[in-house]
T-cell receptor, first 112, second 111 residues
């Protein structure tokens, strides 16, 4: 079945550590997105990519970095510069901007 | 900047009642509007997408309307079932595919 796979499901970060969240899709979608969800709030866009080797900052990009070397993969790194990283992170993809976004099951990041 | 509001934040209805969920937005220059469902601890499932030029979309028991001039969208779920219990999110899309989300309405359907 086609879909989006996010791993790991749970992740813990120590002070000063960078961590990378994986997002892989086999839907042949061109566009991919990373969102952050905090309790009781809607999702906020971190980074998005319309095509391989290109990506753009979203509303809350500070303290995060991404790469898009392959169409199927859009990993997100939470750097030590992100002072409040505890949140639920969701990856999404879409074929075009006119099509619905499909979401993975998320990664929950916590601080040790 | 686009602001998206969903009221109420939570809603409880008995099984069989129709659900009416509201979404309002401040900037009428939208590209599309999407409604999603989120189950606890899970990702989002797309329910309906309404293009800017459309007034409504239907899928099974779900119907979503869009009134850009008043900055409103409404999601109707007919004959609610306990399995409809979830959080429902609306999102405004722009021409880059970026989505601006509301905080959601948490729905509980009691048997």
């Amino acid at each position: 079945d086609g879909g989006i796979t996010q791993s790991p499901k749970y992740l813990f970060r120590k002070e000063g550590q960078n961590v990378t969240l994986s997002c892989e899709q086999n839907l042949n979608h061109d566009a991919m997105y990373w969102y952050r969800q905090d309790p009781g709030q809607g999702l906020r866009l971190i980074y998005y990519s319309q095509i391989v080797n290109d990506f753009q900052k979203g509303d809350i990009a500070e303290g995060y970095s991404v790469s898009r070397e392959k169409k199927e993969s859009f990993p997100l790194t939470v750097t030590s510069a992100q002072k409040n990283p505890t949140a639920f992170y969701l990856c999404a993809s879409s074929k075009t901007v006119d099509q619905p976004q499909h979401f993975g099951d998320g990664t929950r990041l916590s601080i040790l | 900047k686009q602001e998206v509001t969903q009221i109420p934040a939570a809603l409880s209805v008995p099984e069989g009642e129709n659900l009416v969920l509201n979404c309002s937005f401040t900037d009428s220059a939208i590209y599309n509007l999407q409604w999603f469902r989120q189950d606890p601890g899970k990702g989002l499932t797309s329910l309906l997408l309404i293009q800017s030029s459309q007034r409504e979309q239907t899928s099974g028991r779900l119907n979503a309307s869009l009134d850009k001039s008043s900055g409103r969208s409404t999601l109707y779920i007919a004959a609610s079932q306990p399995g409809d219990s979830a959080t429902y999110l609306c999102a405004i899309g722009d021409s880059w595919g970026k989505l601006q989300f509301g905080a959601g309405t948490q729905v509980v359907v009691t048997p």
